[in-house]
């Protein structure tokens, strides 16, 4: 079935249309904090339109405005299409890229997770996860690394820590999705820790 793909938890923003037979069309741009700006565009450059009778989402652990921004557009798409929508991990992405470019019995993700914390979560080559994802500090995730490479955007807090670590600079890929075995998760945020944000009274919302 043909699927749309997108995928905008981190400073990357990047959309592909896959299906049985491979990458049909993709493209990837680092974008910053323009996420709401870019994504629709980049979705229309696809051939089509990027219509697809399934729509497939990053939901996270990520940015929480990058999160938010792919999931609207995905619900709005999949409405107005009647397209159905699922949900995948921005960790089982990077992961999934990662053991396609680089030899590894075993990987750890590590994403930016802001406030001084990284995203971790390590993977078997077949995807399985090894541990459930967390929001760590360097030291607790340099500590859980366990002697594998590590691979994401927020490799370089472990590195500032362990110079001789083995590490992989890397964003997330749409295009990657053609890679995972499954993307069967809700289309709703997977934050990973609480928003920054809180209500009248310090009430988180």
Not at 70 to 91: E, T, Y
Not at 138 to 154: E, K, Q, T
Request: with cysteine.
């Amino acid at each position: 079935m043909l699927t749309l793909v997108i995928e905008t938890s981190t400073t990357a923003c990047s959309v592909a249309l896959i299906d049985a037979t491979g990458v049909v069309a993709r493209a990837h741009e680092v974008v910053g904090r323009g996420h709401a700006e870019r994504l629709i565009p980049m979705i229309a450059a696809l051939p089509d339109g990027g219509r697809a009778p399934r729509i497939i989402v990053d939901v996270g652990p990520g940015s929480f405005t990058g999160i938010r921004v792919g999931i609207a557009a995905a619900r709005g798409l999949a409405l107005g299409w009647q397209s159905d929508i699922a949900g995948f991990s921005s960790l089982a992405l990077v992961a999934a890229g990662g053991f396609a470019a680089h030899e590894a019995d075993t990987l750890a993700v590590v994403l930016e997770g802001g406030h001084g914390e990284v995203f971790m979560q390590s993977f078997a080559a077949d995807l399985t996860p090894l541990a459930p994802f967390a929001s760590l500090r360097p030291d607790a995730a340099l500590a859980a690394l366990a002697g594998r490479p590590a691979i994401g955007n927020g490799v370089h807090h472990l590195l500032a820590l362990d110079p001789s670590l083995r590490v992989i600079e890397a964003l997330p890929d749409a295009a990657d999705a053609i890679l995972l075995p499954a993307a069967d998760l809700p289309a709703v945020p997977l934050y990973g820790r609480a928003p920054d944000a809180k209500l009248p009274g310090g009430k988180q919302p």
